[in-house]
């Protein structure tokens, strides 16, 4: 007698599917034709260990509260490297329906600085036995200019006078997840931006889409094998592929290797205390056409813990 009315859930929840997933596809397919210039987006190699950083659709998704903090040094030895630090914190709320969270990231490299305040909400539905989760991010990103850095010949040039400008943006992404697969796609950062500087217009960043997805083998009671890979896009340039594989042991230590475009290589480990992790990757280049031969490192520090009376106990694999 209440087949019906399952039968009539079911189908809602396939249709309320559907409308997100053409919603997505429209607004990233419609960043395609928008032209820019720009820098990418900071560069990740723990970004398994941390998925909010490039897709609002993770916040909330393991039904705990979570913090992470990461730090990345791009080229080490170089004056004025790249260097990122990411805070995030999100977790699940309105009994693991909703997830909510914010995320602070800072990304500098040589006399400009980018800050960035992000607002990240996600909304999920159950899939049989998955999760699709589609999310939003909104906020403002703050771009500074720092000439006393530089060596100026003629400090009077209007090209380089200080320069501080507040610009806002949003970004969506969606994602499917169960306890054996992660796959998601996302655009961070939907909206380009410029700004002008001595009469020159300068471009700060343009859309960066994200296509990811790792999957576990439960190689024995104790040991797992992960591998993982992320494609990233940006109009104007080449496909960047990231290529990871990892093994855990006893859910405790995770040590791995990894690839960005078969040009640089590195090792990453990971060590978990209860419901503390701690990450530290190591990344070389690998290539005789390489023109940078400096090392990057990257080290991240989470916790995952059940917050609220809802909240799962046990740690998730994603």
Do not use: C
């Not at 990871?244 to 475009?261: D, H, M, V, W």
């Amino acid at each position: 007698m209440n087949s019906k009315p399952s039968t009539i859930s079911a189908i809602n929840s396939f249709k309320n599917v559907q409308q997100i997933l053409r919603l997505v596809v429209a607004v990233v397919g419609s960043g395609l034709f928008t032209t820019a210039n720009a820098q990418q987006d900071p560069i990740y190699a723990q970004y398994m260990n941390n998925p909010l950083a490039i897709n609002p659709a993770y916040a909330g998704s393991n039904n705990m509260f979570n913090a992470n903090i990461q730090y990345r040094t791009q080229w080490a030895g170089i004056d004025a490297n790249p260097a990122t630090i990411n805070f995030s914190s999100h977790m699940a709320v309105f009994r693991n329906k909703i997830g909510a969270g914010l995320m602070v990231i800072q990304d500098k490299i040589g006399d400009t600085k980018n800050t960035e305040f992000q607002g990240v909400f996600a909304y999920k539905i159950q899939v049989k036995d998955s999760w699709l989760s589609f999310g939003m991010q909104t906020g403002f990103i703050r771009y500074q200019t720092d000439p006393s850095m530089l060596t100026i010949r003629d400090p009077g040039d209007p090209a380089f006078n200080q320069l501080t400008e507040t610009k806002f943006n949003t970004g969506v992404g969606i994602m499917l997840k169960s306890d054996r697969y992660l796959v998601g796609i996302s655009v961070p950062r939907l909206l380009p931006a410029t700004v002008s500087q001595g009469g020159q217009s300068i471009a700060l960043y343009s859309q960066n889409y994200y296509l990811f997805g790792s999957y576990v083998m439960f190689i024995s009671q104790d040991i797992r094998f992960k591998p993982s890979v992320l494609l990233r896009a940006t109009q104007g340039t080449s496909i960047s592929a990231d290529l990871n594989a990892s093994f855990t042991f006893k859910e405790l230590y995770t040590g791995g290797i990894f690839t960005r475009n078969f040009k640089s290589y590195g090792i990453l480990a990971q060590a978990s205390f209860k419901n503390i992790r701690f990450g530290y990757v190591f990344e070389l280049p690998g290539s005789a056409a390489t023109s940078l031969n400096f090392v990057s490192h990257e080290v991240s520090l989470g916790i995952s813990t059940a917050l609220l009376g809802f909240h799962d106990q046990a740690v998730k694999t994603f």
